[in-house]
């Protein structure tokens, strides 16, 4: 008697989960570049990003970058979650920190919503 052969993976992917971190990963890289690369402009145009606000900018910069190193840890999608809220948060600072809040909130949705179609 011989045995069945396994079942295919239902995504086709060799690897799933580091598709899926992948993807996290670059989305939570490509926040970090974007917000790092707003500060100038916004001071420019707007005027009236204080210190703390940069100070804000760059620190949730930072966080998005070193989530982005640690998507092998299971706690890293619950935190890049918080890091989206985080960011919504700092429209109160300025208010196209909120369009990237919104902007970069709808990637990473799209982004768990992709994980959890792949890895179930």
């Known amino acids: ?5 396994p079942e295919p993976k239902p995504s086709g992917l060799r690897n799933p989960a580091a598709a899926v971190r ?4 670059g989305t939570l890289a490509l926040e970090a570049i974007v917000l790092l690369l707003a500060i100038q402009p916004i001071r420019i145009f707007a005027g009236n990003l204080s210190g703390w ?6 620190a949730l910069a930072v966080l998005a970058a070193a989530l982005a190193g640690s998507m092998r840890r299971p706690w ?12 919504l948060a700092s429209g109160l600072l300025h208010w196209s920190l909120a369009a990237l809040g919104l902007i970069f909130g709808t990637a990473w949705l799209y982004a768990t919503s992709v994980r959890r179609k792949i890895l179930g």
Do not use: D, E, I, N
């Not at 008697?1 to 052969?5: E, F, K």
């Open 53 to 58: 606000g940069v100070g804000a900018v760059v």
């Open 76 to 87: 890293a999608w619950h935190a890049g979650s918080v890091l989206q809220v985080l960011l």
């Open 1 to 5: 008697m011989t045995t069945p052969p």
């Open 22 to 25: 992948g993807l996290g990963a």
